[in-house]
């Protein structure tokens, strides 16, 4: 990657001068600052890097874009919150894809993304991510890297154990964390234990354009369901999710969900409910939830409420769910990438407790329960246990996979990454992280084909890493170089918001089809104009519609007369370059909304509702040509009762 | 900030100056003019020689542009069906800055086979950037349409070929 070795002369250049700074100061520690490490991640100007990464934005909402190794970010793709930058979320093509059944909601807590596959192998198509807090799952074109789809999620609370997929993208699945009563309705909290269900939702995806549809909840007991993964290779076919308070306490959890020694991995054949689901299975409940649709060709999103979901009570699909005793309050459920390995994240524990699929299977064959809940039958802990990694660690959380027979896990709170063997069980390595350390991702880590070159761990706490801010700080993300046997520590860079979780590809699977522009012949917007002719104003009572379209570097039209105190005016703008990177910006003085950022060949529109009389300018916010400080208009606002005739024009039109 | 891009353009003017070697004594208004004497740089297209006329009114039909567009004779009769494509894809992709009746942002296409060659039209129309760093008419037309960039509208061959017919009929 390294084209000039004068750069790297002036590193070690710098690297000598720092030395000499630091008198008696020992430099074997210094593994970062050695040319070696710089050379791993430099990323020479103009050239690209080998890997996306995808880090979720936590409660940011968003979803950000890096590369690796540089650690450069590329692009916040706005997902659950309102961006101004773009006007995601202010723009009327976009406000209804945040719209849920409690109104419009303009925020969400934004946690693990995952990357489409076929096969079980990463296939670029599209990215889903998970809202937590009002339980929602939005589908990201891979193509546009733009929000297509967003659907809430009913019966269910505290998003988290979501939004993983299946092999070949046929579910993409929410498991909720906290129970609640289904229906919902009033009573008691404390009668909470037996009452309350987990939802966990089964969520088809289309294969052409990934729409998403509920195809069923799964009403489990009232445990928490935190995260899960899909089964592959021989065990595609079955998802598996952690569960902690299997207490079933509703207060002070801190303490009362951490008294059981072991809570459960819930193993649920979902093939095996799809086909009873299929044959008429099922109970259809009433209910009401968002489902918000991005239609690429009219640029525009749209809102459907739902009022019916489709629940399957585990036990009336005998031989569908079971539960695996796993101890001490599991986090991450992480599927190793031959599907045979089922391992769970005690993060109450030391060691990590590592379940066998083929064990598994015996079990269920031989019938040897120990015991059951609600029905569920319990398979023994000794029969299902595969093996124990005794790392040392403290507070396990969540493990990835190189694809060479080696896992990784993240300790939160000995702060560190712990490399060990798939079936010897053996420690190999541990790295310190910087601090407390969340999630960790390999590019395809939780895949069958993981691309084992770089693990980024992304921490939670940030502390000395970068230069102070005052009390917040943007979190620390470090990057090891995992192509040895010892991973090596290489950069740290800041994330944006919370990552939870993150999805990574090698850059060849994406950057080849990354769409340019819109084409303006297929621009469906119901208020495009595709041809400067037919830029217009059309008054509808108080309702004003302009028609606009723009190019380097103007408004058609660019004057306009004839608005009126109290109207409500609709911005409709058409973007006519089609050209590779030229937006236009759009924004009008005393506007209460934001702007917005119009690619080639695409339509947005912005309301204004005048309330002061006067000759109000508005302007292109995106530097776009030599003449972009020209790219302005005038709109004459009129008294109420005023009767000057609606008009327009761009220069002597 | 206008004073800033005009400044701005008079120093990449007068840096375009320093480096062109023969100068030549100017007058006044259009100091981007200096642009002009940048001949050296040009490829080997420029036709004929500095020529005093405005790039707008000046003719060129021995200079064929840059571009992957080198030799395109035409068929005396005009082909109608392309006619009919070609109108109705200036509209939607040409108009906001040229028009046929008048000079607009840029300049009005009417006449244009009588200045330029079929194939600088076809490479303007196909990727005005490379044309404006590198044909000397292009650059001329920049200076003279007040730094205004032809905007590339990722035109396919045909549809250039065309946009191209229609204007044997303006």
């Known amino acids: ?653 | 900030m206008k004073y800033t891009i005009k400044l701005l353009l008079l120093f990449t003017a007068a840096l375009l100056l320093s480096c062109g070697g023969k100068e030549e004594k100017k007058d006044d208004s259009i100091k981007i003019g200096g642009a002009k004497k940048e001949v050296k740089k040009e490829a080997s297209n420029s036709g004929s020689a500095i020529d005093e006329a405005p790039a707008s009114v000046r003719i060129t039909l021995d200079n064929k542009g840059v571009g992957e567009v080198k030799d395109l004779p035409l068929d005396p009769a005009i082909n109608q069906e392309m006619v009919a494509r070609g109108a109705e894809l200036f509209k939607t992709n040409c108009t906001a800055c040229h028009k046929v009746d008048k000079r607009f942002i840029g300049p009005s296409p009417k006449g244009i086979m009588e200045r330029r060659s079929p194939e600088w039209i076809m490479n303007m129309i196909l990727d005005p950037q490379l044309m404006v760093e590198e044909d000397r008419c292009a650059k001329d037309l920049l200076v003279e349409f007040n730094g205004a960039a032809m905007a590339n509208q990722n035109m396919t061959f045909d549809q250039a070929r065309d946009i191209l017919e229609y204007f044997r009929t303006l």
């Open chain 1, 1 to 653: 990657m390294i084209k000039s070795k004068y750069y790297l002369g002036a590193i070690a250049a710098l690297a000598l001068f720092f030395v000499g700074c630091q008198q008696g100061a020992n430099n074997s520690g210094k593994g970062a600052l050695a040319s070696s490490a710089a050379e791993k991640v430099y990323v020479a100007p103009g050239e690209q890097d080998e890997f996306y990464a995808f880090l979720s934005g936590g409660y940011s909402g968003n979803l950000t874009v890096y590369g690796l190794p540089s650690g450069r970010m590329f692009k916040e793709i706005p997902v659950f919150s309102q961006f101004p930058t773009s006007g995601y979320g202010y723009s009327e093509e976009t406000k209804p894809m945040l719209n849920t059944s409690h109104g419009f909601i303009p925020w969400d807590d934004a946690h693990h993304p995952d990357i489409s596959q076929t096969n079980g192998e990463l296939d670029g198509r599209w990215i889903f991510i998970n809202g937590n807090n009002t339980p929602r799952i939005a589908r990201i074109s891979l193509k546009t890297f733009e929000t297509e789809e967003i659907i809430e999620i009913p019966n269910s609370a505290g998003n988290h154990s979501s939004s993983f997929i299946t092999e070949n993208t046929e579910y993409v699945v929410a498991g909720t964390r906290f129970s609640v009563p289904v229906p919902q309705r009033d009573m008691p909290i404390n009668e909470y234990k037996s009452n309350f269900k987990g939802a966990l939702s089964f969520i088809s995806v289309e294969p052409e354009h990934g729409h998403m549809d509920i195809k069923f909840q799964l009403l489990m007991p009232g445990f928490n369901y935190d995260l899960s993964h899909p089964g592959r290779g021989k065990s595609h076919g079955w998802f598996f999710f952690t569960t902690y308070n299997t207490e079933e306490a509703n207060s002070l959890m801190e303490v009362n969900s951490s008294q059981n020694d072991k809570d459960f991995i819930a193993a649920v054949n979902w093939k095996k409910i799809e086909e009873y689901v299929n044959n008429g299975g099922g109970t259809k409940m009433p209910t009401n939830y968002a489902h918000n649709l991005y239609d690429e060709s009219t640029h525009t999103g749209t809102t459907t409420m739902k009022k019916e979901v489709l629940t399957v009570d585990p036990l009336d699909v005998p031989g569908a769910v079971f539960f695996l005793p796993t101890p001490k309050s599991p986090h991450g459920c992480d599927v190793d990438p031959t599907g045979q390995y089922i391992i769970g994240n005690g993060k109450l524990s030391a060691d990590l407790t590592v379940h066998s699929f083929d064990k598994m299977i015996a079990a269920i064959d031989g019938k040897k329960y120990d015991g059951e809940a609600y029905g569920i039958p319990i398979l023994k802990f000794e029969d299902v246990l595969a093996g124990t990694v005794k790392s040392g660690g403290l507070g396990p959380l969540h493990t990835e996979f190189d694809g060479k027979g080696n896992a990784y896990t993240t300790f939160f709170i000995s702060s560190e990454v712990v490399k060990w063997k798939i079936g010897t069980w053996e420690v190999i390595d541990r790295k310190p992280t910087y601090y407390s350390v969340g999630h960790l991702m390999i590019p395809g880590g939780n895949s069958r084909k993981p691309f084992g070159k770089y693990v980024v761990a992304m921490n939670k706490i940030t502390k000395d890493r970068y230069l102070p801010t005052g009390p917040e700080m943007e979190h620390s993300a470090q990057i090891y170089d995992i192509s040895g046997d010892k991973m090596e520590l290489i950069y740290d860079f800041p994330t944006h918001g919370e990552p939870h979780y993150a999805a990574g590809c090698p850059a060849e699977l994406l950057a080849p089809k990354s769409q340019k522009i819109y084409r303006l012949d297929e621009n469906k917007h119901p208020y495009a104009v595709t041809n400067p002719a037919d830029a217009r104003v059309e008054r509808k009572g108080n309702e004003v519609h302009i028609y606009m379209s723009t190019i380097r570097s103007h408004f058609t039209p660019d004057n306009i007369e004839g608005i009126k105190v109290g109207d409500k005016v609709y911005f409709h703008i058409t973007n006519h370059e089609q050209d590779f990177d030229v937006p236009h910006g759009f924004s009008m003085i005393g506007q209460n909304t934001s702007e917005l950022l119009i690619m080639p060949g695409q339509t947005k529109t912005s309301i204004w509702e005048p309330k002061q009389v006067g000759v109000w300018p508005f302007y292109c916010t995106d530097f776009c040509s030599a003449l972009h400080q020209e790219m302005q208009g005038y709109v004459r606002v009129s008294p109420a009762s005023s009767n000057i005739k609606l008009s327009w024009s761009l220069g002597e039109d």
